[in-house]
Every structure is written in structure tokens, then in C-alpha cells.
């Protein structure tokens, strides 16, 4: 068994929140491994960060490489940290004004697939953009499609 990576990070109020209501605070064993209430802070987090993985997963749109393209150019640069509904609730205006801004020819389609959107799935749509960009592999000196097949897998017009 591989040994885990560790990391030391400051428990910030969103990490609090999700951490204080899923760990027992009140367990005095003395091999806490034994104790089937036991939750590590590691194992909970662990826990949480698959949860959102799969969400994010699972909430993506189904879109053809062009869409994606559209969208991935549009949120180049942001990322959301202090306010993701606000981000969330112009998404389609950012996508709307980016095509205007760079003369890119928008499918109305995909206005109307980001319209229909719920809160997760718009999550997921800008997560997926902030990895994209994050990635090595971004389309620079590479294909756009094997780029984006990356982060978001079975392109629509695969």
C-alpha cells in the first residue's frame, strides 16, 4: 500500500463547516482505530473531496468540443473562491459577452443548455474550466479535443 501524501493546510471556515458536523467529538477509546464512530479529519476529508469529485463528474453537460472550446476560453482566468453563486448565476451572460467580445459564433443551443443548468452543474462546468487551465496538458502545443477529453471525457461529437 502506497503511503499517502500529507499535507499541511490551515482549516479555514468552509473546511470547519464541513469537518466540525461529521466528526464525533466525544470518543474515548484508546485505539481509536478500533472504534467503528471513529472519523479521522484525513479520512473525512478524504471522503468529502470524492464526494465532490463525483458531483462534479456527474453534473457536467454532455457538449460537443466546439461548445466546450467556447466555454473554456470564456473562463480562462477565473476562479472562484469568495462567491461562486455570483459566478454561477452570469454564467451564461460571461459566455454571452465573450463570443460578443472575440467575434466567436455562439449556439444558442448552448445558451440554453447553461440556462437549464442548476447551481451543481454550473459548479461543475467551472471547475472543470479552472482544471483545464490548470492542467499540463492544455491545448497549447496540443490538440483542443485530447485537451478537453481530459477534464471532461466523452466529448458529444466523439
Known sequence: MRRPTRYSIYALEPIN?????????????????????????????????????????????????????????????????????????????????????????????LLDVLDALDLPGRLAIIDAAERFWLAEAGPAGGSWRAAVRAVVGHLQDD
Open 17 to 109: 463547516r464541513a469537518l466540525a458536523p461529521r466528526i464525533a467529538h466525544n470518543i474515548h477509546v484508546a485505539n481509536l482505530d478500533q472504534d467503528p464512530n471513529f472519523r479521522s479529519r484525513s479520512r473525512v476529508f478524504a471522503t468529502i473531496a470524492e464526494r465532490y469529485d463525483l458531483l462534479m463528474q456527474r453534473c457536467l453537460p454532455h457538449l460537443p468540443l466546439w461548445d466546450w472550446q467556447v466555454v473554456f476560453s470564456a473562463l480562462k482566468g477565473i476562479w472562484v473562491k469568495d462567491d461562486p453563486v455570483s459566478v454561477t448565476d452570469t454564467l451564461p451572460d460571461r459566455i454571452r459577452e465573450y463570443c460578443d467580445t472575440h467575434g466567436e459564433h455562439l449556439h444558442e443551443h
